[in-house]
């Protein structure tokens, strides 16, 4: 799944039940959508708020994606990708 920052800022989920894989697309200066959600982690990362992209992802109230999306999170988080106490993931921006 990736974050996909459109031209005009619009934030917008893509590719939602691939688990596997997690990333931004776009300028990450297009709009203040992005920077409402995110925060800077220097070299080309960013933190976003995870409730953010489950927003996004349009699926709140479906429990078995929210699981699956938590428990992603919690398995990167040995990797330094997620704070799963301050629900927030990490992602490269490609």
């Known amino acids: 799944m990736f ?3 459109a031209d005009d800022g619009v934030l917008s989920l893509e590719e939602a039940d691939d688990f596997k894989r997690f990333h931004i697309s776009g300028d990450p200066g297009a709009g203040v959508e992005f920077a409402a959600v995110s925060q ?13 992209i ?10 078995a994606w929210c699981g ?3 428990a992603m999170l919690e398995k990167a988080e040995q ?3 997620s704070d799963v106490a ?6 490269h921006l490609a």
């Not at 927003?55 to 109230?61: E, K, V, Y």
């Not at 301050?86 to 992602?91: E, N, P, Q, S, T």
């Open 3 to 5: 974050v996909k920052i």
């Open 86 to 91: 301050g629900r927030r993931i990490k992602a």
């Open 54 to 63: 489950i927003a996004l992802s349009g699926r709140s109230d479906d429990d």
């Open 40 to 52: 800077d982690a220097g070299e080309g990362h960013y933190w976003l708020d995870a409730d953010a």
């Open 68 to 70: 699956t999306f938590w």
């Open 79 to 81: 990797y330094g990708f």
